[in-house]
Every structure is written in structure tokens, then in C-alpha cells.
């Protein structure tokens, strides 16, 4: 059996832990089950998430048994954030986006054979508990000094906005959850985030004090960007999204293809499934012919693959490469071609408006002048074709993408996207 403790070591997933050499001796016994669980607090997951996602199918592929739970009851409250109160959701709202992890989650892992993936829902063990169930059998077991003392409860404890009782709680909610995972799948190990250590110790607190047992921990790190934020904010200043309708597949792959080289053998690590001598060899190449992107690439379209398939992957590669002339624009399917001018910088115009408008509008010239000299001087493309007509004359209807589509490019790396349609 694969060694996991190494594995995970390698890609740089430890954060923290209990006793690593007592879990690595119990994973050498056989298959250990083990949870990571997700709160339903969006309609979907984001990047930040699939570190989770895929250290359990890495677990999985080691030979250990994952359950992968979706918080139907901690989706509820959410955990605490340090400067913010969580907003409570609806309850329908909160059951539809449990559906929806879910089937986000799912493709990661196999449902199959001796050490098969289940899906639990943590509402199931605490829609029918009494509140005097709850803090008779529960609540009796945590001490409310060590639960002031966890990191987000203290921030805001420490500031004007306080802390409600509902969030505060939480902490008991999430450490009954591996209390009833052990009790009912014999679970003994937990994953989760570094920015969830406090909650996840209250699962093995607990465990400890109502049956004896000492169980495990995991945290992973926080991913960040090379300027020490968190990983996976997009140019907006949103979330990268797994769900396609959210964050496309072009954006992801854009994101990931533009990693800083410092940062490219670190996410290869912790993203992919790319063995070690592959992302040596990309290491490699990219310190010494950094303008291939070779290792970005790698990681970009990998990404992609494991979140949206393959066909999208590809999709996002040719898009890519379409828009600055490298391939066939008119090939690309609407929806992709869509989101590459979405992330280029897509503006509506009418029909009828003269080139050297569209590119003013577009955002590649100043003014109509400098339209007509970037067209004259032969710096001026549509749709990858050089103009050479004059800069005043509307487009030909025969030139639009799908019927509504430009891509404007001043010279070679400046691009723009037209939806011409009345506006």
C-alpha cells in the first residue's frame, strides 16, 4: 500500500497534525476511513476547495476508504469568519446547494469496490436531536474557555460586532459530526483546511472524552498567491468557481496559465496527478526556458481536465491560442468564445458602428484618429485578419462570429471583444 503520509508530505499538504508516526502506523494496518467535510454556504465549490476534494481521492487511491460529507446542518449556521457574521440561509436554499457539492464532488471519487467513497449529510444525525439531547449528550463535553480561545471566536469576541450563540456553537456541531462518523462508519481520520484547526480538534476532543479514542487530524495550508493572498481570487476580486456557470472553464485555465514561475512546481504539487518525475522535468524546464510555460500549461490544463473534462480543456487551449492568432476562431464553440472575450474585455456595441468606433470602444485606441492611424500604419486586426480597408466603414455582417461576435487585436498582444447588437 502506498505510503500517504509520504505522498501528502511531498506535495506539501501537511499543515498540521496529531501524531503522524501513530497514523502512519494505523494506515500501514489497512484501510483507515476518513472524512472531509464541506458547509453549503455558496452554490458551489471554489478552487480553494479542490484541495480538499482531491487530497481525499488521493487518500482513496492509497487505499483508504473517504467519506465525503456535505454539512445539510452546518450549512445552516456556517462557521464563524473572523471580521464578518455569517448570513443564515433558507433552508431550501441550503438543501439545493447540498445537492449540488454533492454532484460537484462526486466525479473525484470512486463508488466502487472494497475501499468505495460514501456521500454523507451531516442533517441526518441532527434534524430529529432535542436541544436537551443535544446539550445533555453533547454540550456537557466542551469547555467554554478552550472554545473562546479558538482563533476566529476570539477575533470576534475582540471586536465591536461580537459573536451570536448560533456561531459560536458551530464548533460542537462539526465536532459531533466526527463523533457520529466514527460511531457509525468507524472513521478515524479527518482532513480539513489549517483555517478550521480549532474545529477540527473539537471532533477529537470529543471523541476522547465519550469513548477513550484517540483519533487523527489533518490539516492542509492555506494556498496562496505570491503575494501572500489567497489563492484563487479572480481579476474581479471573486472566487475561481468549480461551477462552470460561475467561473468558466476559459477563466480557470487563464488564471492557473498565468501562475508566477516561482509558484508552478508548488501547485503542480498540490493540483494535480502528476508524478514527481514529471513535475521535476517541468520544474526544470521552466527555470530554463521560462518563456514556454511549459509547467503552467501543465498545470492549467490539468485543472481544467479534472473539474470541466477534457473536451473543455481543450476548448480553453485553442481559445487561447485562437485570439492572438494561433488558431481557428471561427471553430471555437460560442460559449468559450464568449468567456475568452469576457476575460479579454467584451463590450456591446451596435451594428452599424464603424471600426475605428469599435476599437474606441473596445478600449484599444484614444479616439477615432488614432483608430484610423493604428488601421493605416497596418496595426489594426479583425478576427486575426489585418485591416485594409479604411477605419470609418462598419463591419461586414459576414465577419461576425456566430452572428454577433468581433475580435479586435492592435498588434500583437492587445485584444478586445465586440458584441455588436443594439444597444
Known sequence: MTDAIDELQWRGLIALSTDLDALRAELSKGPVTYYVGFDPTAPSLHIGHLVQVLAARRLQLAGHKPLALVGGATGLIGDPNPDSERKINPLETVAEWVDRLRAQIEPFLDFTGPNAATMVNNLDWTSQLSAIEFLRDIGRHFRVNRMIAKDAVSARLNSDLGINYTEFSYQILQGMDFLE?????????????????????????????????????????????????????????GSLWLDPAMTSPYALYQYLVNTP?????????????????EIASLEKETAE???????????????????????EADAAVAAAGALFGRGDLGGLPESTLRAALSEAGLVSAPPDAPLAELMRLAGLVAGRGEARRVVTEGGAYVNNVRVTGGADDPVAASDLLHGRYLVLRRGKKTVAGVDLRAV
Not at 202 to 228: F, K, Q
Open 261 to 277: 514561475d516561482s509558484q508552478v512546481g508548488h501547485l503542480l504539487r498540490v493540483f494535480t496527478f502528476c508524478d514527481r518525475e
Open 181 to 237: 462518523l466514527f460511531r457509525r462508519h468507524g472513521c478515524r481520520l479527518q482532513f480539513g483546511g489549517s483555517d478550521q484547526w480549532g474545529n477540527l480538534t473539537a471532533g477529537t476532543d470529543l471523541i476522547r472524552r465519550v469513548t477513550g479514542e484517540t483519533v487523527h487530524l489533518i490539516a492542509t495550508p492555506l494556498i496562496t498567491d505570491e503575494h501572500g493572498k489567497k489563492f484563487g481570487k479572480s481579476s474581479g476580486g
Open 289 to 311: 526556458r521560462p518563456h514556454l510555460r511549459s509547467g503552467q500549461r501543465r498545470l492549467a490544463s490539468s485543472v481544467v481536465t479534472l473539474v470541466h473534462g477534457s473536451a
